[in-house]
């Protein structure tokens, strides 16, 4: 069963523009949810996890328990945010992804 | 980044040939985890580790197996290699402290002909 739904396999924004990433997610308990990307040849990292509800790089991400989404947000998109975004739920132990969204940001 | 690597980064092999990846890692974290990355999946977890021989399947774990004999190192084996398990593998770590974050290799791309 897919724990993680990214819908959105690629996202072209122009830079300056807002940008949202979706992510839902299936889990009747407490999630513990994260976001990774991962830039042109470099290794997955870790962009935030929800439950520092800290900001990094301008990104966002609200938890919203009642639509089971994890949203990543950020009002000004830069070209260097282009990169693969990952969606993940940790439960137990086990770190389920989703299939991820290029961003694509243009000049 | 942390201490983790992966081998060999790149392997070309023929259908029903055994293989074996290899994770190393110099942090001493308790958990360690392999995926694999494929485009429109993601990553999927194949198997993980929670201690030195102890682990469990993930979601794809048909075809693999995998040993940890040592903190240090976690391996996963292609007992009979087929076409459909090319692909990149990530492994990742993890501690039990602090912010639970995965540290991830740099993959090794896979290649069954």
């Known amino acids: 069963a897919q724990r993680v739904t990214q819908p959105e396999k690629l996202l072209s924004v122009f830079k300056g523009a807002p940008v949202e990433l979706k992510c839902n997610y299936s889990y009747s308990g407490s999630p513990e949810l994260f976001w990774y990307v991962q830039y042109s040849r470099q290794r997955l990292q870790l962009l935030l996890r929800h439950i520092s509800r800290e900001s990094i790089k301008g990104f966002t991400a609200d938890l919203n328990k009642g639509e089971t989404s994890f949203h990543l947000k950020k009002p000004f998109a830069q070209e260097e945010d282009s990169a693969m975004y990952y969606c993940a739920l940790s439960i137990f132990n086990k770190f389920y992804f989703g299939s991820g969204t290029k961003l694509n940001v243009k000049p | 980044d942390a201490g983790i690597t992966q081998s060999p980064r790149h392997k070309v092999t023929e259908t029903g040939t055994p293989v074996t990846l290899r994770c190393h890692q110099t942090?001493?974290?308790?958990?360690m985890y392999w995926y694999r990355q494929d485009p429109g999946h993601g990553l999927r977890l194949i198997h993980y580790?929670?201690?030195?021989?102890?682990?469990d399947k993930g979601e794809v774990s048909d075809g693999y197996s995998v040993s940890r004999s040592k903190t240090e190192d976690f391996l996963l084996t292609l007992e009979s290699a087929t076409s459909s398990q090319t692909s990149v593998y990530f492994c990742?770590?993890?501690?039990?402290?602090?912010?639970?974050?995965?540290?991830f290799g740099e993959g090794s791309r896979l290649t069954v002909l």
């Open positions: 942090e001493n974290h308790r958990y």
């Open positions: 990742a770590i993890r501690s039990d402290v602090g912010n639970g974050e995965l540290f």
């Open positions: 580790s929670y201690g030195v021989k102890d682990t």
